[in-house]
């Protein structure tokens, strides 16, 4: 149950850090307008399309990576195919 409960744990700081990057903004001259304006360093639609679905699919990453680890890096019963089969459902 610890080991859940660590994933649980880990996913959502990952989650948190992938809203702290896409957040963040920067003040750029414009041509223009001739002064700065602020704007969206991250695209939506990228940040939504790659790290959300990164982070969606850290669970099964992070649980995948345990089991290698506490099997002498042998693939287990898990594997690879509780990747694939969680990228299916996502």
Do not use: H
């Amino acid at each position: 149950i610890y080991c859940f409960l660590g994933v649980a744990i880990i996913a959502d700081v990952f989650m948190s850090a992938i809203e702290k990057v896409t957040s963040v903004k920067k003040q750029v001259m414009s041509k223009d307008l001739q002064k700065k304006v602020t704007v969206k360093v991250w695209n939506d639609t990228v940040a939504n399309l790659t790290l959300m679905a990164l982070g969606s699919s850290a669970p099964e990453i992070l649980l995948s990576i345990i089991e290698l680890v506490g099997a002498d890096f042998y693939s287990g019963s898990l594997g690879a195919s509780t990747i694939v089969g969680s990228a299916a459902f996502n």
